[in-house]
């Protein structure tokens, strides 16, 4: 396997189309927190989630990136980086 492989492989990926709704965001966002600065998540889903990218710049803001990766109309991939450590919490605190 390649070097590249290897990274790709490392990567969380999460599908929530085969996830309960009522469990998707908690999955997410628990993912979100065990990243170490410059980690990645992959989403990918059935609908733009948008909600999601609007909630993380919200509560979260600075400490994510987030790019599309694909963008429909039947299949969405977006990419979210973790930019700095600190924690998650609306302390101020790092």
């Known amino acids: 396997m390649t070097e590249a492989?290897?990274?790709e492989a490392e990567i969380p990926l999460i599908d929530v189309r085969t996830i309960a709704p009522t469990e998707r965001h908690h999955l997410i966002f628990s993912t979100l927190?065990?990243?170490a600065p410059g980690g990645l998540?992959?989403?990918t889903s059935d609908h733009?989630?948008?909600p999601l990218h609007y909630q993380?710049?919200?509560g979260y803001p600075?400490?994510?990136s987030w790019d599309y990766l694909?963008?429909?109309p039947q299949i969405w991939r977006v990419e979210i980086s973790r930019l700095e450590a600190g924690c998650d919490c609306s302390c101020?605190?790092?």
Do not use: N, T, V, Y
């Open 56 to 58: 993380l710049e919200s």
């Open 62 to 64: 600075g400490k994510f």
């Open 48 to 50: 733009d989630p948008r």
């Open 70 to 72: 694909e963008q429909g």
């Open 5 to 7: 492989a290897l990274i």
């Open 41 to 43: 998540l992959r989403i």
């Open 92 to 94: 101020g605190g790092h």
């Open 33 to 35: 927190h065990a990243l």
